[in-house]
């Protein structure tokens, strides 16, 4: 069994599978969690502004792109995956960039 629950220390440990899903899209939107990887962001001393880089997974704001879901310029990249801090969709780049699966 692997035990996944390290990564997401801010949810609750038993949640169902709709309540977590709900408990995640929350974290990804909120501005203070890293819409990939759902750990804590470094606040940016001083400023209320949010950080747009996570020091734990590398995952960046990527400027310029759109989400496929919701078509915000929102959208966070990983090395892998990439996620939406507008509207919490996430998956491969393929799903959550607006135009990746063109051509
Ligand atoms: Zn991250
Ligand atoms: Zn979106």
Redesign the pocket.
Known sequence: MRNLREKHSDLPKKLTPKARREAETKLRTDGRH??????R?ASLSGKSQTANR??????HRAAGKRCATCHEESV?E?KTSAACQSCGAHGSKLRVVAGALER
């Open positions: 890293c819409p990939t990887c759902l750990q962001l996570c020091a734990a997974c590398g995952a966070w990983g």
